[in-house]
């Protein structure tokens, strides 16, 4: 079972940055995609941003396509987060997550890491 562990989250002023991390206990993540979801008080888990370990594909939910950046450390087997033009609206826990690249479902979660981002 891989653990997931996310860290970077805290308190940011409006039109600040972030950088979110999550590293991931595996021996090699090949094969996989590694995603990062968020959910705010009151509000269903939202898809933020995905990328597959082997390709380096990357895919954004509308909400932060120009804005946050997800990219990864193969030597590390971390995966990042880089949030720019933050939002108040952005605030919520943020989860990374893993599934096979060729399973739609997400099936290991991190604990999650706050984001706040004051107006």
């Known amino acids: 079972q891989v653990q997931l562990v996310e860290s970077g989250g805290g308190l940011v002023q409006a039109g600040g940055s972030l950088r979110l991390s999550c590293a991931a206990s595996?021996?090699?993540?090949?094969?996989?995609?590694m995603g990062w979801f968020r959910q705010a008080p009151g509000k269903e888990r939202e898809f933020v941003a995905a990328?597959?370990?082997?390709?380096?594909?990357?895919t954004y939910g509308d909400s932060v396509r120009g804005r946050f950046t997800i990219s990864k450390d193969n030597a590390k087997n971390t995966v990042y987060l880089q949030m720019n033009s933050l939002k108040p609206e952005d605030t919520a826990v943020y989860y990374c997550?893993?599934?096979?690249?060729?399973?739609?479902?997400?099936?290991?979660w991190g604990q999650g890491t706050q984001v706040t981002v004051s107006s």
């Open positions: 595996a021996r090699t993540l090949n094969g996989y995609t």
């Open positions: 990328i597959s370990w082997s390709r380096g594909t990357t």
């Open positions: 997550a893993r599934r096979l690249t060729v399973l739609s479902t997400y099936n290991s």
